[in-house]
């Protein structure tokens, strides 16, 4: 059976997939339903895996200092932070189909359009990923990440 990434190693990939995604949708601004439903399913993902860590730790680590609360305490805001910004982006995705529909089905040129707009959840969804990051650092800055609890048994 392969060994599983050590705690350090899953923090440090969801934090440059946040990052990474952060990138994406600050450069590329747009209410495309395709490019909007892909980075949902990314920010699942990271969520996925920030639970996933979350189980692991929760599993395998005593509970019983304040920095054993503390770091699950911050990997569970990891997790929420990646979904809520998926929950963002998924309000963005059903305001631009509904704007699409409301144009396709307007007699005049003069359309109606609901707001907040697909940018402006779009813009949430970053601001919400901005904190995967800050949180790394404050798990790092702490000291909180323990060796690999799948490969350390105690005798």
Excluded: C
Aim: no cysteine; aromatic share 4%.
């Amino acid at each position: 059976m392969p060994d599983r990434p050590a705690p350090a190693q899953t923090l440090d990939r969801i934090t440059t997939d946040a990052l990474a995604l952060h990138r994406a949708l600050r450069t590329s601004i747009t209410d495309d339903a395709h490019a909007l439903a892909t980075w949902i399913t990314e920010t699942q993902d990271l969520a996925d895996t920030a639970l996933y860590l979350f189980r692991v730790l929760a599993q395998h680590t005593p509970h019983t200092t304040s920095a054993d609360l503390l770091l699950l305490e911050r990997v569970a805001h990891i997790a929420k932070a990646a979904q809520d910004a998926g929950a963002e982006l998924a309000a963005a995705l059903a305001r631009a189909v509904e704007n699409r529909r409301r144009r396709a089905d307007a007699v005049s040129q003069r359309v109606v359009l609901i707001g907040p707009s697909p940018q402006q959840f779009i813009e949430s969804a970053t601001d919400l990923l901005d904190r995967i990051p800050a949180l790394y650092h404050a798990i790092h800055r702490d000291r909180l990440v323990p060796p690999n609890p799948l490969t350390h048994q105690p005798h």
